[in-house]
């Protein structure tokens, strides 16, 4: 059993005892604890810790762990209606400041206990490098000057490291190592269009992406893609009709879609996008989940890009945890200060001892051994789910089966409830994602993201399916009653 999950029982175990004791009342020994629930001294330490930290139990070095006093009554919540209109008493807004997280909140929030997470957003604790990412963390902490501040720009080291993976003729000084691939989207929307202006956008695209655009001020505007990536003259279109002058693209593994940019289309987006004196934001961070059937991968744009057009979000959290939250953004020209000044800002620096567990982790043997184990993961759980959709769910379009992400977009039927379908799905003891949130206009058709990268294996991927097929025959059955009536006779 994992150090952790012994942790979290044995607090769970106290946490329903504490009823027994007196506020005050101390606690049995830890060595008591030890003794009697078989775990380790380090486990007793990090259970009481951990309900230290909830408000629930005081320790006193030398005296032991005592229950904590119940905390004093809270005042009366005061009246906090005025709010509302302070929050939109601007009437000269373009857009409303009103920020949806649902979309990314999807993606985030745990399911309940025995539900199959078909919603996730990053790897399951089982596909993650932790003994890699833990023995990093330590030799980091180790280093020299870990723990003092690093350069604001990140540690050069790093910046090196990212430069060399995108290729062609970036350097370390057009690198700035961020907080994840969600605060270098931040900063550089904030940084190259001003709130009210047009973004250009995919469709369907990335909802965190679209709730950032939003809550910066700025409109959305959609471009279709198709199996080969954007389309180039509806591209050229509507950077005419709108003026924008920024685009975001994923042109490896589009999330949703999985869709790679096909090689004659490469050089157009650039070329229409200089010709409308735009940038490209390339966000290219499910680069390292690639499958094993891949082949060779297409170089980042921002590695064909002499001009200063693109800028190439990168980042390591995807083929690590939610929590190794390390990025790169690399731009060239003018733009690069602007960048660096925003995210100086926002957010100072990188913590210098993350930045040195992601050098030790990338360096070390351990990271070219994880990379090709997820790659051959991903292809499994990707055909395990095909599969079983192509056998149980035939009527669920699947229009694209991508060689690298960790999600399948499928095609629902006309006139299908998305809402209802993830409901039903919820209630069947599956999560999904339904594909409204996915588009910044209309949506063409009802849709569904499927993740396999959340899950513990093709075990539960299988059993995820056969639940989603009994949803499925659920919300159908409740269609034909609709339309024919509960009966099965047509309506008057």
Partial sequence: MYESSSVGELANQLRQELNRYSPGGKLPSSRALVERFRVSPVTVSRALAQLAAEGLVVTRPGAGAFRAEPPAARAATGDTSWQEVALSADGADLVPRTVDASGVLASLAAPPPGVVEFNGGYLHPSLQPE????????????????????????????????????????????????????????????????????????SPTYPGMLAIARSAGLRPVPVPVDTDGVRPALLADAFRATGARVLVCQPLFQNPTGAVLAPERRPEVLRIARAAGAFVIEDDVVRRLVHEDAGPLPSPLAADDPDGVVVHVGSLTKATSASFRVCALTARGPVLERLRAIQVVDTFFVPRPLQEAALELVGSPAWPRHLRSIAAELKTRRDTLTAALRLHLPELALPHVPSGGYHLWLRLPDGTDETALASA????????????????????????????????????????????????????????????????????
């Avoid at 080291?157 to 430069?163: K, N, P, T, V």
């Fill in 131 to 202: 003994r890699a990412m833990a023995a990093a963390l330590a030799r980091a902490g180790r280093r020299p000057g870990a723990w003092g501040r690093p350069p604001v720009e990140g540690l050069p080291e790093l910046r090196e490291w990212f430069a060399r993976d995108i290729g062609g003729a970036v350097t370390a000084a057009e690198v700035l190592v961020t907080a994840g691939g969600q605060s270098a989207l931040t900063t550089a929307l904030r940084a190259l269009a001003p709130p009210g202006a047009p973004v250009l956008v995919e």
């Fill in 425 to 492: 799905a919820l209630r069947a003891g599956v999560a999904l994602t339904p594909g409204r949130p996915y588009f910044s206009a209309e949506p063409p058709a009802p849709h569904l993201r499927l993740s396999f990268a959340g899950v513990a294996g093709p075990a539960e991927i299988t059993e995820g399916v056969r639940r989603l097929g009994a949803a499925w025959a659920e919300v159908r059955g409740e269609n034909r009653s609709t339309s024919t009536g509960r009966d099965g006779s047509l309506p008057a």
